[in-house]
């Protein structure tokens, strides 16, 4: 789409850039294609320039964020989902069957469900869950009308009973920044994402240990937990993933710098 196009005219579209440009933007003229694009009407290009230029992700500013070809709704305050994180879809759509039983935990906007669910083409049984009410919100928007369901609580304990046993696929974005290290991470996540949706504790895995440590009562014979880590918290994934009678391996993207650990429950149960 060409900026005279999609802007009312072409000074408005370079004063974007330059305005983007000026707030440190590096891609300014990519965003400010986007941004005139998703305006209703001029008026709202001045505001949602000034938000982005006050350091909003994007995506908050836009109302949505692109993920395996899709478009995710997130609202402010909800974690935007990665680019890194598509290896951990692409990972599950290689384990995964047409009509798994797929659960997101930890699924903010729920985007990663929503992607693995339409790689198996729609045919799965789908479930997604998160423990921050803005999040919730906002993945009922992306998983419901796509024939999901969207529980509030912490981890496993709003999910249905009748689940037990039956998971093909768990799904865990979980946060695994260490605590003393969210003040470090660009004011983009720290300011503007929920706390819950990065602090993974201590060591940024006490959410890993509390998912792993559920996660064969869950997953059904030969079903599987993928998860996202850093490069440096694999060997220690991989221990507690193993330590809770998982079969685990890692796989890593290089390009993308993505690591995830994938936990295999045995297909006869102890």
Same mark, same amino acid.
């Given at each position: 789409?060409?900026?005279?196009?999609? @802007?009312?005219?072409?000074?408005?579209?370079?004063?974007?850039?330059?305005?983007?440009?000026? *707030?440190?933007?590096? !891609?300014?003229?990519?965003?400010?294609?986007?941004?005139?694009? *998703?305006?209703?009407? =001029?008026?709202? /290009?001045?505001?949602?320039? +000034?938000?982005?230029?006050?350091? $909003?992700?994007?995506?908050?500013?836009?109302?949505?964020?692109? !993920?395996?070809?899709?478009?995710?709704?997130? +609202?402010?305050?909800?974690?935007?989902?990665?680019?890194?994180?598509? !290896? $951990?879809?692409?990972?599950?759509?290689?384990?995964?069957?047409?009509?798994?039983?797929?659960?997101?935990?930890?699924?903010?906007?729920?985007?990663? #469900?929503?992607?693995?669910?339409?790689? %198996?083409?729609?045919?799965?049984?789908?479930? *997604?869950?998160?423990?921050?009410?803005?999040?919730?919100?906002?993945?009922?928007?992306?998983?419901?009308?796509? &024939? #999901?369901?969207?529980?509030?609580? +912490?981890?496993?304990?709003?999910?249905?009973?009748? $689940?037990?046993?039956?998971?093909?696929?768990?799904?865990?974005?979980?946060?695994?920044? =260490?605590?003393?290290?969210?003040?470090?991470?660009?004011?983009?996540?720290?300011?503007?994402?929920?706390?819950?949706? $990065?602090? #993974?504790?201590?060591?940024?895995?006490?959410? %890993?240990?509390?998912?792993?440590? &559920?996660?064969? #009562?869950?997953?059904?014979? &030969?079903?599987?937990?993928? !998860?996202?880590?850093?490069?440096?918290?694999? @060997?220690?994934? %991989?221990? /507690?993933?193993?330590?809770?009678?998982?079969?685990?391996?890692?796989?890593?993207?290089?390009?993308?710098? *993505?690591?995830?650990?994938?936990?295999?429950?045995?297909?006869?149960?102890?």
């Amino acid at each position: 789409m060409s900026a005279t196009s999609s @802007s009312p005219s072409l000074i408005s579209f370079s004063t974007v850039v330059t305005r983007l440009r000026t *707030a440190g933007c590096v !891609f300014a003229e990519d965003e400010a294609r986007l941004i005139v694009s *998703a305006a209703q009407v =001029p008026a709202e /290009i001045d505001g949602m320039v +000034d938000r982005r230029a006050a350091g $909003l992700p994007l995506e908050h500013v836009l109302g949505w964020a692109e !993920f395996r070809g899709l478009r995710i709704s997130v +609202d402010a305050g909800v974690f935007v989902p990665r680019r890194r994180t598509e !290896f $951990l879809v692409e990972r599950a759509a290689a384990v995964a069957r047409a009509g798994a039983v797929v659960v997101d935990l930890c699924c903010g906007s729920g985007a990663l #469900g929503a992607a693995l669910v339409a790689a %198996l083409g729609g045919r799965a049984e789908w479930y *997604a869950a998160d423990i921050d009410p803005a999040a919730v919100r906002c993945a009922r928007r992306n998983v419901e009308p796509a &024939g #999901g369901a969207v529980f509030e609580g +912490d981890l496993y304990e709003p999910l249905p009973a009748a $689940l037990r046993g039956r998971v093909d696929v768990l799904l865990a974005n979980v946060p695994y920044v =260490p605590t003393e290290e969210v003040g470090l991470l660009p004011p983009e996540a720290r300011v503007h994402e929920a706390r819950v949706a $990065l602090d #993974g504790g201590a060591d940024g895995l006490d959410v %890993l240990r509390r998912v792993t440590a &559920g996660a064969p #009562g869950w997953l059904a014979p &030969g079903g599987s937990l993928l !998860f996202e880590t850093s490069e440096r918290q694999a @060997s220690r994934a %991989l221990d /507690i993933v193993a330590g809770d009678g998982l079969v685990p391996r890692v796989e890593v993207c290089e390009e993308r710098e *993505a690591t995830v650990v994938i936990g295999t429950l045995g297909r006869e149960r102890d």
